[in-house]
């Protein structure tokens, strides 16, 4: 069993998962009309990630009886976005599922005492960490890129490869 309010936090943290898979789904999607096959790779396999992640946090409650709930999220909505603006927005995402885990943490390590929790989900907040690192070299990288487009776009595929 793990702590009841613990439980609800990680269940509110579900939707934001739920909503960086889908971003990145678009994302791939846009890149893909653009010509930019690489960051199509890439957002699509951060779409994947995503997906695992939710499912890891679904397991976890699963295993301690915390049936939890499937969230529902806006759609994505459709539209022009520049390359520069889907890793800007990547990370703006990012930066609240880490703010969430924070959150979580804080509550499970003070309050609860929950240190199942706290064991897992520090983990999950480590690897968000290099993540973060990441989008933000891609967008110190398309910002020295120049017009040579061709160049970042093969960079940030290799990265999901
Ligand atoms: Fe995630």
Redesign the pocket.
Known sequence: MINRDCAQMINAHLPL?LK?QHTYLHFALTANTMGYFGVETYFNAAST??AA?LRKLLAFLNDYDMMPEIPAIDAIPSGGMDIRSMFVQALAIEQT?SASFNAILDCADDDCKDFQVVGFIQDMQNK?TSGEIEIRDIINRFDMSGSNMPAFDEYVGELAT
């Open positions: 998962e960086a990630e995503e992640h599922v968000q």
